[in-house]
């Protein structure tokens, strides 16, 4: 069965502060793909990066970035300067087939 | 480009009713997902559907079920309400997805309900 584990469940930093948000995922297939998702209080699930099993190259928008580590089997997220924005529940997804299993979410509070 | 729109947004039943939610996907998707979500499981996978037809299924008793229509719109019903299927369910429509060639789900607004 597929499994993703967010540990971290809360975060709080100040603004301007870089946070990771960890993410370790367990499958048995060797194609698949990884999401990650934000929530803000509106409740809404906004799309942030899909990376597929064959591509374990960082990616980079803004002040976003991606990790994806294989051998670890980790995809993390950091964000860089952080904004009161920011602020919201962060879900890391793994596909099987048609279907997402979603970690538990990682609450992320930036304070002014 | 319209997203992802659900209807109601809101809703509150009594246990025993059953309740009809509907989602209409982006223009031009043809998969749609169902989710739900509360605190204590998180977010976990209702059904999908795929040209009219449901490709897969979670671990939700019968009293779950749904359908889709041709033109991609889908609806989700549930019977015999308990009060702990008070949760937030989301619908996410994708272009398509043929084996394990994935593409992003874009998620609507939810529907919370509440069973009192």
């Known amino acids: 069965a597929q499994k993703v584990t967010q540990a971290q469940t809360e975060i709080s930093v100040v603004e301007k502060e870089d946070v990771t948000l960890d993410c370790v995922y367990e499958t048995r297939d060797t194609t698949y793909y990884l999401f990650w998702y934000k929530q803000p209080p509106s409740g809404e699930l906004v799309f942030l990066i899909r990376r597929n099993s064959f591509d374990e190259q960082n990616e980079i928008s803004g002040r976003y970035s991606w990790n994806f580590q294989k051998s670890t089997s980790s995809f993390n997220f950091t964000i860089t300067a952080s904004q009161v924005v920011d602020s919201a529940v962060y879900f890391c997804a793994l596909s099987e087939a048609s279907k997402l299993t979603f970690g538990k979410g990682i609450t992320l509070s930036v304070r002014p | 480009k319209a997203g992802v729109t659900q209807t109601p947004r809101y809703l509150i039943k009594t246990r025993g009713q059953q309740v009809t939610l509907s989602c209409s996907p982006i223009s031009g998707h043809r998969s749609v997902s169902w989710y739900q979500q509360t605190p204590g499981q998180g977010l976990q996978f209702l059904f999908e559907?795929?040209?009219?037809?449901?490709?897969n299924k979670g671990n939700f008793p019968g009293r779950f079920s749904g359908r889709q229509f041709s033109n991609s719109r889908s609806e989700m019903n549930v019977s015999t309400l308990e009060l702990g299927d008070s949760a937030l369910y989301l619908c996410?429509?994708?272009?398509?997805?043929?084996?394990?060639?994935?593409?992003?789900?874009?998620f609507g607004p939810g529907t919370r309900l509440t069973v009192l």
């Open positions: 996410a429509s994708s272009l398509w997805s043929r084996g394990n060639s994935y593409n992003e789900q874009f």
């Open positions: 559907y795929f040209s009219e037809t449901q490709r």
